[in-house]
């Protein structure tokens, strides 16, 4: 999708607290990971996949908006083809209501009420509840997700477990060129990168082809045992003598980054006056395509992931300096309220949902929770070290 220089279109302050529940959900499901083999079928269990429908796309199931997420459940088009969907039709905005709460199901199986973070919590989504019957005769094999930048490889065999001392916390920093697979191969994590992923999904987000430099992973393990001059993108080798515990001291909170990797056109810069309540544009808009990875500039706390009225979906993000960060307009949302970051984890990707004339992101700070209390945004990044043009 061409960059285009969107911007607000006349925003109101969201109200305090607000949430409307009709709006389109604040995340559609996410990357695409090995798949099961799991059937179809949801007998007795449509109705919790209504009321994520209706979080998700106001209870349209052929809802084709153009932001790359189709359907009642907002499927990406990779995750739909990972899980077996295509096998119904192109994309899940053609397929019934049955047939996309039958992938859905098997999305459910593989990755857990995250692949929905927001709707699945509103609409008290559960493995439980949301779960499929039993495989069926003719239910069709997913077929393979198409591979990403950074996508963990799948090994043709199971990584055989090493022989591990007691039980400790092992610790290791992501590097440039890593993988989740890599990473799990080479230092022997039992049970492979799914329960190295499952172990520290609230570092890694919603999507575990996505990792990123400096993130800190944790998991209960024996002595890592990697192998020499081995590096964690490729094939693992045998291990060779234990070596120590890589341990990792986490991205101090002074560490800070842009919201937007590269250099974004600059589509409303901060503080133009005009007919904002506040009397001014309280951020600065970053016009990207959508679908752009957005990243927290720096380690917090979500106070909020959800629709934010004229903001759309958007984000808030508690820093330890007081200061509240603002991510607006996304259109998906891959955190949730509550959730500890560090600088660089992705939180959603950008959009064009809320009061917009164009796909982009618009990038806040604020002094307190509250419409207003803005500050600007360039100006304070700059203090932290990192200049956002």
Known sequence: MAIANGRHRRPQPPATGAVLVKAAGAT???AAIPV???GAGHAATSSVWDR????????DWHVNTGNGY?????FSASTWAAYGGTHYAETADRATRAEQISVAQRVLQGQGTGAWPVCSVRAGLTRGNGAAAQPAATAPAPAPAPAKQHAPSRPAKPV???RTAPTRTVEHTVQRGETLSGIAQSLRVPGGWNALYAANRTVVGADPNLIFPGEHLAW???QATPAAATPTTGTAA???AATSIVHHTPIPAAVFVAPISGDPVISESYGVAGPWAAGHHTGVDLAVPVG????AVGTGTVVKAEWGGAYGRMVVIRHADGRYSLYAHLSRIDVSAGQSLTAGTQIGLSGATGNVTGPHLHFEVDTTESYGSDINPVSWLASHGVTLF
């Not at 994520?52 to 209870?59: D, Q, Y």
């Not at 752009?292 to 990243?295: S, W």
Request: hydrophobic share 40%.
């Open 36 to 38: 099961l083999t799991a």
């Open 28 to 30: 559609a499901v996410g």
């Open 238 to 240: 045998e291990p060779k």
């Open 52 to 59: 994520v429908a209706a979080c998700e796309s106001s209870g």
């Open 292 to 295: 752009t990875v957005v990243h």
């Open 220 to 222: 209960r393990g024996g």
């Open 160 to 162: 055989s477990p090493m």
């Open 70 to 74: 189709f359907g009642g459940l907002q």
